[in-house]
């Protein structure tokens, strides 16, 4: 396939910043889009080939933006419409595209859309929303239609009392979900996409867009936690998803001279579902699945764990090489602004640099698309939790209150989101061992993790075998090579289970990948892991001295190049 009829999000490597933390320009302590742009040389030096965005417009911020009140215009803390066309030139110019966070199963309270559907039972856009009249409860008091659960604890409806109807909100009932049985509701979305798309963005990161199709009866769901109900079998992959999706891509992303990229945030997708909206007559370009960030979870809730490891989570991306093969497309991630940061979940801070560029080197050679979180690639950590106090994220202070309230130890529901609480990753960037890691001139809206003082980007740029320098050579493998973009996908078995290995082939071009997931010292035969044919092995990475032939230090990964 010649580079010029391949999509280009085969061969890139998509970089997501998550702006209130990523540069300050203006000492408010939050990042901003003038931030970015004083960034925008760093992220062409990484290589990358596109940004996804977190959402940037006007929003009170009750989700630190995922709860939009204007997807027409910047929110003032991040900077101005200006501000935004600069930003995008600038990435333009150096050949990097822009991919907007479209949330549209639901929007802010303080949307016009919202207040003008609350205002009146009679109003136009009444059914925009999810208005339902509440149950009677045998005392006589008044019940919410359904008992479905909120992502963000307590209750999915609330009650208006002007109108006495209840509204519904998976997330914050400062989130109402719209409703996309309504026509207008999709049109005036796809009018609102094509005015980013005349901009000149290239793509969109769509949220939660697998909700957007609800059952419409809304039925009693399953139980779930905190006494409510899991109602996800009704509002997940509902009946019309691919209905929706189809008339918007027709409507909005079939524009043969754009190329634009959409991936859909799916969560609780299948293998077959994801196939099916990601093959070649798939609305969506990728999904972001979530099977092997869940694999700590037990049951349906979020914050009942249990241990897994990197070579289970490999287990289960290798599983997703398998099912989506060539019929589909894998988004390839280890972490994001909501997932803990990689080395401390799956890695070791022990081998910070081994294992950081040891989990990259698995996660970007696989078939797909590769992810970056912002700090990723400076082997970044969970930013510490003492207190409660250092709570910030709208679903770990819901889940504290209520957990408390019922009677947890707040110790223990504290150690819980030391392992898996949103605000793990949302610590500001590391830039410098200097005020606030360079991060901001203000007092950062987050703490700066103390360990910035080693771990910043001036002293990795600096470094050789930092863990920059390797994701900048790992993003550079992958963009010049044919059969990361484009190969096949081989299991092997390296005869070790913290081992993982496997080939990509591509007509005569061969990579052999291997990597010790582990903090011990494992004995591979790379003589087993070659083709039938055979070939000799020319290594061209690798984040150790590859010495030892038949023996892989702890976490260290090599990419041999196959030549016959
Ligand atoms: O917390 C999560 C990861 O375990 C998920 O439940 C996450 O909240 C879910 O994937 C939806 O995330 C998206 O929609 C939310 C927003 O809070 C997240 O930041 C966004 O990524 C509502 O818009």
Known sequence: ???????????????????????????????????IISKVDYLAELGIGAVWLSPIYKSPH????????????????????????????????RGIRLIMDLVVNHTSDEHQWFKESRSSKDDPRRDWYWWRKGRTAPDGSSLPPNDWGSFFSGPAWTLDPASGEYYLHLFAPKQPDLNWENPRVRAAIHQMMKWWI????DGFRMDVINYISKDPGLPAGEPGPQGYEDGSRWFASGPHLMEYLQEMRLAVLSDPGKELLTVGETPMITPSQAAQLTDHEGPLDMVFQFEHVNLDQVGPD????????????????????????????????????????????????????????ALATALHLLRGTPYVFQGEELGMANAPVASSEDL????????????????????????VFRLKGRDNPRSPMQWT????????????????????????????????????AYYRRLIRLRANSDVVAHGSFVELDAGDPNVLAYRRELGSESLLVV????????????GDLLPPEGGQLELVLGNGDASARDALGEWEARVYRLTS
Request: proline share 5%.
């Open 62 to 93: 009750a989700d630190n933006g995922y709860d939009i009140a204007d997807y027409c215009a910047i929110d003032p803390v991040f900077g101005t419409l200006d501000d935004f066309d600069e930003l995008l030139a600038a990435l333009h110019a």
């Open 198 to 201: 005349d901009r000149g963005v």
């Open 515 to 526: 990597v010790n997931l582990s903090g011990e010292v494992r004995s591979i035969r790379l």
């Open 392 to 415: 910030y994220d709208i679903e770990s202070r819901n889940h504290f209150a209520t957990a408390v309230a019922a009677g947890s130890d707040p110790d223990g529901v504290l150690e």
């Open 433 to 468: 061992d200097g005020p606030h890691a360079g991060f901001s001139t203000g007092r950062p809206w987050m703490p700066v993790n103390p360990d910035y003082r080693t771990v910043n980007a001036a002293a990795e740029a600096a470094e050789e075998d930092s863990v920059l």
């Open 1 to 35: 396939m010649s580079r010029v009829d391949e999509p280009w999000w085969k061969r890139a490597t998509i970089y997501q910043i998550y702006p209130r933390s990523f540069a300050d320009s203006d000492g408010d302590g939050i990042g901003d889009l003038r931030g």
């Open 302 to 357: 979020k914050w009942e764990l249990r241990p897994t490891s990197a070579r289970e989570v490999f287990g289960s991306l290798v599983a997703w090489q398998h099912a989506l093969g060539d019929r589909g497309w894998n988004s390839l991630y280890l972490s994001n602004h909501d997932q803990p940061r990689q080395l401390s979940r799956f890695g070791d801070e022990r081998f910070r640099t081994r294992s950081a560029t």
